[in-house]
């Protein structure tokens, strides 16, 4: 990006010395010389977004099966307390091996001291909810940008019919209970099938 930004102000200089024969001869050459540096940042880019789509995966592959177990072995009650464990070890395990900050986070927070987005992740978050009202689906929802030396990344998370045993709005009493006693500012039920929920969210300094 830094290499690009120098070009283009090479470029627009040689331009405005247009009158002198050697601008005509530089300026084709610094057009290509940005245009390479252009695509090469795009292609880092793509290889960012792929790479972040895999640790996602990762993380949702994990806790998924997780939480089945967790169900099948003692109910909705025992997945409440699998996932307030499970899911924050299997974020801290892929930022230890990847070299990201992996973690996820909601405009309707479960746990207010992890899942609370910051300034960025709000906004990208607001934007999430208007793109799906407009129709685009949570699955395929995602949005990255370099922000000062770091490369932000966020992945939509959609309501799965799983997730409504704990984030729906009908929840069986004893979820209820459950939950008021771990999460007491607990904000992240009444969703239904397909809304979005929250956001992965993945940070990579560069």
């Known amino acids: 990006m830094e290499a690009l930004y120098i070009l283009n102000n090479l470029l627009g200089k040689v331009?405005?010395?247009?009158?002198?024969?050697?601008?005509?001869?530089?300026?084709?050459?610094?057009?290509?010389?940005?245009?390479?540096?252009?695509a090469g940042g795009m292609e880092n880019t793509s290889a960012l977004d792929a790479e972040?789509?895999?640790?996602?995966?990762?993380?949702?592959?994990t806790l998924k099966p997780k939480l089945?177990?967790?169900?099948?072995?003692?109910?909705?009650?025992?997945a409440i307390n699998v996932c307030s464990v499970?899911?924050?070890?299997?974020?801290?395990?892929?930022?230890?091996?990847?070299?990201?900050?992996?973690?996820?986070?909601?405009l309707k927070a479960r746990n207010q001291s992890s899942a609370t987005p910051d300034a960025f992740e709000r906004i990208v978050l607001e934007q999430f909810n208007e793109r799906q009202a407009n129709g685009?689906?949570?699955?395929?929802?995602?949005?990255?940008?370099?922000?000062g030396d770091e490369y932000r990344?966020?992945?939509a998370q959609?309501?799965?019919?799983?997730?409504?045993?704990c984030?729906?709005?009908?929840?069986?009493?004893?979820?209820?209970?459950?939950?008021?006693e771990r999460y007491p500012d607990d904000t992240a039920t009444g969703y239904s099938l397909g809304d979005i929920r929250g956001a992965f969210s993945l940070v990579k300094a560069l």
Do not use: Y
Request: aromatic share 4%; charged share 20%; proline share 3%.
């Open 15 to 38: 331009i405005a010395v247009k009158h002198k024969k050697v601008s005509f001869l530089l300026a084709p050459i610094l057009v290509g010389l940005s245009l390479q540096a252009s």
């Open 52 to 61: 972040a789509v895999q640790i996602v995966k990762s993380f949702a592959g």
């Open 68 to 78: 089945k177990g967790a169900i099948a072995e003692g109910g909705l009650v025992n």
């Open 86 to 106: 499970e899911a924050p070890k299997i974020a801290q395990t892929l930022s230890a091996e990847t070299g990201w900050e992996v973690k996820r986070v909601s």
């Open 136 to 147: 685009e689906a949570a699955a395929s929802m995602m949005f990255s940008e370099v922000v």
């Open 153 to 155: 990344f966020m992945k």
């Open 158 to 165: 959609g309501v799965q019919g799983l997730c409504l045993n």
């Open 167 to 180: 984030h729906g709005d009908s929840l069986q009493p004893e979820v209820k209970k459950a939950l008021a």
